[in-house]
């Protein structure tokens, strides 16, 4: 028995290696942790049981069959963060270039499949070189399988992707269907394509980071939700956003002990909005403010920062935030912001989290670039995530809301279960100016006349008591008791039962 004991510890120890110390240290002086090392980071001290360490390649052409490293090039299992059971895998760079083999598929689908089955959330660590080549089709059908457990995951459990190094070709698909994407800066990138391929086809010279790096995906494109300085750093707040999520859609997002006042009033709240319309100031501000100990987990805080998105909690309870950004193109809701905030909002409601939108919004954005570009389209995908949500939802229009924006900043129209607004609101078709050029425009020559109008119409409707009077507006409320109405809104609403009719799925305008 000691013989059989000593030779599986010596199994062992050859496959916590991986692909040796001198690929081990090359991964190191690139600035990058090893696959074990980010799961020991990831995953509660002692909490990883390992799946699948012993499995090898089966190819043989192009004398892979002398090159057999157990694992494969990716370590998978599950483990517990903060006591709660996820699943993970972590691609090896140090084996293969972590690229992705028929046995290497199926160590993840394996843990894909026990995810969804147990009801656990799958967090992806990726570091890889992509399909290998040596097997052909073997590694496509791997990618296609992985990709039909992520879709038919979407919804069910929460899946994360992390990118800590190279993730290019088939490699990119199963992040994108994934819930959330995050990278670790100047270690990382994202491309279907990489530098040399885009140089043969188009003629381009592009490097790495240009092509597909943390500030193209996490500032530009809108394909990450955030990068980080490091790999520390990425899996610490991973392990920070785990902690507003239920681990599945069977489960309620977890409710934990605040120390913060639920009926605490803000009085700096009540002076935030300033007595200019035109000036800016910080939503953030008040998001900070209302959650529980400042606690906001932002998401895509690089992108669309006209809009802002991310998680907190109210008494402890976690709930979505989505808020409109006077201090980016003064809040407006463009193709971008669109985009970002529809993903957040269908997130949130697929995993029963209420949503709380702070309401400041001026229109869509005009000109020939966003038409083109389809903000009809795009502008749509926030109007129908809001339309489609039956979680709650509590609505705080804290200045303009202007024109379709209104509606769709998850109106009362909307089934908006509780919407307030302050007695800053201003809830109109459009500003006073432009309205008053419209309608008046006969008077056009006589800036006193069209003066008065304006003020007239500044009175009729820069305020939210034309709203409240016809029952869109629940209350007229004291900004500095915003966290306390919105606190007692959401135990108000613990109770809500809302379906929508029956279909095989919707057909949301992508």
């Not at 989505?322 to 201090?327: I, K």
């Not at 407006?332 to 949130?348: E, H, N, T």
Request: hydrophobic share 40%; proline share 5%.
């Amino acid at each position: 028995m000691n013989e059989i004991l000593d030779e599986l510890a010596r199994r062992r120890a050859g496959a916590l290696q991986g692909g040796g110390q001198r690929r081990i240290e090359a991964q190191h002086a690139k600035g990058k942790l090893t696959a074990r090392e980010r799961l020991d980071l990831l995953l509660d001290e002692g909490s990883f049981e390992e799946f699948d360490m012993f499995v090898e390649s089966r190819a043989t052409d192009f004398g892979m069959a002398e090159q057999r490293i157990p694992g494969d090039g990716v370590v998978t299992g599950w483990g517990r963060i903060n006591g709660r059971v996820v699943f993970v895998f972590s691609k090896d760079f140090t084996v293969f270039g972590g690229s992705l083999s028929s046995a290497h598929a199926g160590k993840i689908l394996k843990v894909q499949r026990q995810a969804l089955k147990v009801g656990a959330p799958i967090i992806g660590l990726y570091d890889a070189g992509g399909a290998r080549i040596q097997e052909g089709v073997e590694s496509l059908a791997g990618y296609a399988e992985i990709f039909q457990e992520n879709t038919l995951a979407s919804g069910v459990i929460p899946q994360i992707s992390v990118i800590m190094g190279p993730c290019a070709g088939g490699d990119v698909y199963a992040p994108a269907i994934t819930d959330f994407i995050f990278m670790v800066k100047d270690t990382s990138y994202m491309y279907v394509t990489g530098p040399d391929v885009v140089r043969a086809v188009t003629n381009e010279t592009v490097t790495h980071a240009d092509l597909g790096g943390y500030r193209v995906h996490a500032m530009k494109s809108g394909v990450a939700d955030g990068a980080f300085d490091n790999d520390l750093e990425a899996l610490t707040q991973v392990r920070r956003l785990i902690d507003f999520l239920p681990v599945s859609n069977r489960d309620k997002p977890p409710v934990r002990e605040s120390f913060d006042d639920p009926v605490r009033e803000e009085p700096s709240l009540d002076s935030l909005v300033p007595a200019d319309a035109n000036r800016p100031y910080d939503i953030k501000e008040l998001i900070l403010k209302v959650v529980d100990e400042a606690d906001f987990f932002e998401i895509s805080p690089d992108y669309a920062k006209n809009i802002v998105c991310g998680f907190g909690r109210m008494d402890g309870q976690p709930v979505g935030l989505v808020a409109n950004q006077p201090q980016v193109l003064a809040g407006v809701l463009d193709i971008d912001a669109s985009r970002k905030a529809a993903r957040f909002v269908r997130f949130c409601d697929a995993f029963e989290i209420p949503i709380i939108t702070f309401v400041d919004v001026p229109g869509f954005m005009p000109g020939t670039r966003q038409e083109q570009g389809a903000l009809i389209t795009h502008g749509a995908k926030l109007l129908f995530a809001y339309a489609e949500a039956t979680v709650p939802k509590i609505t705080v229009i804290t200045r303009k809301a202007y024109g379709g924006a209104y509606d769709v900043m998850a109106s009362k129209h909307l089934r908006g279960d509780l919407n307030y607004a302050w007695p800053t609101a201003e809830i109109a078709v459009m500003g006073a100016k432009g309205a008053v050029e419209i309608i008046y425009r006969a008077e056009a020559g006589d800036p006193a006349a069209l003066a008065a109008r304006e003020a007239e119409y500044k009175t009729r409707f820069a305020n939210p008591f034309v709203a409240a009077a016809r029952g869109y507006i629940d209350d007229v409320i004291t900004p500095a008791q915003t966290r306390r109405r919105i606190v007692r809104g959401l135990q108000n609403l613990a109770g809500k039962k809302l379906t929508n009719p029956w279909k095989k799925h919707d057909n949301i305008p992508l």
